[in-house]
Nanobody
Framework: VQLVESGGGLVQAGGSLRLTCVHS????????MGWFREFPGKERECVAS????????YYPDSVKGRFTISRDNDKNTVYLQMNNLEPEDTAIYYC????????????????????WGQGTQVTVSS
């Protein structure tokens, strides 16, 4: 499985970005997906995850109401819409895929994900 991310960049505080991740495998429809971010010297944190059907999502309090994860199972693609960005959101963002799952629940723990994208830099200026 390969995950290819796009959409990062530089934006001013209050602005928006949309990240896109394309999954190369044939089991995407049964695969929970997530977006993580990594700050220098810190562990990755989950900023959004979505169940394989798209019916359930998870967000930490730090991004709730500002970030939205969605997926298009016909296009093997997951998105992260980020609105009202803050300088504190500056980080490298990674798309992640877990193994195919039977339970239709989002996964927020890093160790549950087996596949990772290359990462895309998001920089928010003040």
């Amino acid at each position: 499985v390969q995950l290819v991310e796009s959409g990062g960049g530089l934006v001013q505080a209050g602005g928006s970005l949309r990240l896109t991740c394309v999954h190369s495998g044939r089991a995407f429809r049964s695969t929970p997906m997530g977006w993580f971010r990594e700050f220098p010297g810190k562990e990755r944190e989950c900023v959004a995850s979505i169940s394989w059907s798209g019916s359930s999502t998870y967000y930490p309090d730090s991004v709730k109401g500002r970030f939205t994860i969605s997926r298009d199972n016909d296009k093997n693609t997951v998105y992260l819409q980020m609105n009202n960005l803050e300088p504190e959101d500056t980080a490298i963002y990674y798309c992640a895929a877990s193994p195919p799952a039977t339970q239709d629940t989002p996964m927020k723990m890093e160790y549950l994900y087996d596949y990772w994208g290359q990462g895309t830099q998001v920089t928010v200026s003040s």
